[in-house]
């Protein structure tokens, strides 16, 4: 499921105060840092079941000729939505859902990510926490 005009903020337990670009773990990418290089680089290009998969692909060296086939299976099981990345719980960055659910991150001390938590036309939601209560 993928949310359209809605703005997902940083979680409430995350303890950066500005937002952090993920590295690579022992060279190899993270899915923060693949989520980060899908959408910082392709800002309202994809839908959140586009980067889903495309970290997947990229996380599992996968190359196919059949990715329609690969992706029909892959959704085969549901999949958290982007208020459990780990942009929003761990690395500082807001996801905006535009109205037709492609999604650009911003980071939390921008003047963007302020302006979205005042609009009156979008959904805000909060990113989910760490760690329980």
């Known amino acids: 499921m993928s949310y359209k005009n809605t703005f ?6 995350s303890n950066v105060n500005a937002a952090i670009v993920p590295v690579l773990r ?6 923060a840092s693949t989520e980060y290089e899908l959408i910082k680089n392709n800002p309202y290009k994809y ?11 990229i996380k599992n ?7 329609d086939e690969l992706r029909e299976q892959f959704f085969i099981k549901p999949k ?6 780990p942009l929003v719980k761990k690395y500082g960055w807001g996801i905006h859902y535009d109205d037709e659910g492609k999604i650009a991150i911003y980071d ?8 979205f938590l005042t609009m009156d036309n979008i ?4 990113g989910m926490r760490s760690k329980r209560k």
Request: hydrophobic share 35%.
């Open 8 to 13: 997902i903020t940083i979680s409430e337990d």
């Open 26 to 31: 022992n060279n190899k990418p993270t899915i």
């Open 47 to 57: 839908t959140q079941e586009d980067v889903q998969f495309k970290t997947y692909l």
């Open 61 to 67: 060296y996968i190359v196919s000729n059949n990715l």
């Open 80 to 85: 958290a939505c982007f208020r459990a990345s």
């Open 108 to 115: 939390v001390k921008s003047k963007a990510y302020n302006e």
């Open 123 to 126: 959904s805000i939601l909060k």
